[in-house]
């Protein structure tokens, strides 16, 4: 019986597991591993942490890791790919798959293998594969030119709304949670910061919109209809170039934008039907490193071959 390692690797945390043909046999979470964001020490320091603690708790010997499958984000747009590769390489003598993050939460979520999965949280991102084995994406492809609907498009739209109320001379609550937020005082401040480098964590400012809203801010309401207008047109991206015409899809949501907010879901949901009545939506928590370990699983040839 193969064992494998499955590991979902982001800029703020990884999450490491083992397992062998059937089942999951230990699991660890340690700080971040993008080389791009926190450099390569710092990556190496959190990933080999993560490899040696799970195989600890799964009581395996290092060696014996036949497959690894590292889910990475960006892992298309940087050329941190080969670091990653050589790092895990350093502590696992095995072959090594480097992948998108959303090809592993893809795995998790569809693990009998059709299906679009949407995923917003600080960004955004749709991934689908048909039973023909196709595979397509729409948006994920940074902040500053896509990611729509994310987190960090709605800060980024919410900033927008509030310098032009301050232009108008009028006021709303998502621009005095914006001032809050950031703790400064006037309009120029806020302009100051959101133009400041390095930029700022536009989708910290998230709940300020959602809270806003909440309030019956009606701008701050407008951005989250367009953010779900925004993700369902990726799911309809998708879905156009895998099921043309009037199939039914199946599309699983997934992320804190989706999971914060009724409103984004429900927008999303009637968005997507008004072309696709037929899409089955549903949504919950993906485990996107059971989805590296499968993923690990299929390319070591315990499984049908990998589609990524």
């Known amino acids: 019986m193969g064992v494998y390692l499955g590991i979902d690797g982001g800029g703020t945390k990884t999450d490491c597991v083992v397992g062998d043909d059937h089942a ?65 390489g350093e502590v696992v003598p095995s072959p090594v798959d480097v992948v998108g993050d959303m090809v592993v939460a893809f795995e998790a979520a569809f693990p009998e ?10 960004g955004s991102i749709a991934y689908g594969r048909n039973e023909r084995g196709e595979t397509a994406r729409a948006g994920g492809w940074g902040s ?16 927008a709304a509030a310098l032009r109320a301050f232009d108008a001379g009028t006021t709303t609550a998502l621009a ?9 005082a006037t309009r120029d401040d806020v302009a100051r910061m959101a133009n400041s480098y390095p930029l700022p964590d536009f ?9 806003a809203a909440d309030r019956g801010d009606a701008v701050a309401r407008d951005i989250l209809i367009r953010a779900g207008m925004e993700l369902a047109q990726l799911a309809r991206i998708v879905s156009r170039r895998l099921w043309p ?22 927008v999303f949901e009637n968005s997507l039907r008004a072309e696709r009545p037929n899409a089955a939506v549903t949504f919950g928590m993906v485990d996107a490193a059971a989805g590296a370990l499968a993923y690990a699983r299929r390319a ?5 071959a990998v589609m990524a």
């Open 24 to 88: 999951v046999l230990g699991r660890a979470t340690t700080g971040g591993c993008k080389v791009t964001r926190l450099g390569e020490a710092e990556a190496r320091a959190n990933l080999q942490k993560g490899i040696v603690e799970a195989c600890r708790a799964g009581r395996i010997e290092l060696p014996s890791v036949a497959r690894v499958c590292v889910g990475l984000a960006g892992a298309s747009l940087d050329d941190s790919c080969q670091a990653v590769k050589r790092i895990v």
């Open 113 to 122: 293998g059709a299906g679009v999965l949407v995923s917003a949280g600080t």
């Open 144 to 159: 500053v030119v896509s990611d729509e609907g994310s987190g960090d498009w709605v800060g980024r739209a919410a900033v």
């Open 176 to 184: 005095v949670g914006i001032l809050n937020a950031w703790q400064v």
């Open 203 to 211: 989708a910290a400012l998230f709940p300020v919109a959602l809270t």
């Open 245 to 266: 015409g009037q199939n039914a899809v199946r599309v699983r949501i997934c992320g804190g934008v989706f999971m914060n907010s009724f409103c984004i879901q429900q």
């Open 300 to 304: 070591a040839g315990h499984g049908a």
